[in-house]
């Protein structure tokens, strides 16, 4: 394992170190356990490692893609979520059998009335 100094690392594993390192300190400031940040931090390192690999052996973009394509889910998630929330509609149907219930006014009482014969 050839360990680089950092300015000798292909953009995409500055990138990827630069915010893992930075989502460390936030980890470790949480006060969570020591070793979870240890290896939260040695993961960084591995997978800051394999995106140099990927960069060395002239595959620059498959490194690019492994960072963007996390974002691009999440973004993809949000979009979604916002489609279906605009595009909500209130409706008073019942989720089982989707008939429309009769809407309750102000002047009628939500308490069944006795049967009359």
Do not use: R
């Not at 931090?41 to 490692?49: C, K, P």
């Not at 052996?57 to 489609?83: D, S, T």
């Amino acid at each position: 394992m050839n360990l680089k100094n950092p300015a000798q690392m292909c953009t995409p594993a500055q990138l990827y170190l630069g915010m893992s390192l930075i989502s460390t300190i936030g980890f470790s400031a949480k006060s969570v356990h020591v070793l979870a940040t240890l290896w939260h931090l040695f993961m960084s390192l591995v997978w800051t490692y394999f995106l140099s690999f990927l960069c060395d052996k002239g595959h620059p973009g498959v490194a690019w893609f492994l960072i963007i394509f996390p974002f691009l889910i999440l973004m993809g998630i949000v979009f979604a979520f916002l489609y279906v929330v605009k595009n909500a509609k209130k409706s008073t149907t019942t989720p089982s059998t989707g008939v429309a219930k009769k809407p309750v006014t102000s002047t009628e009482s939500m308490v069944p009335q006795p049967y009359q014969m």
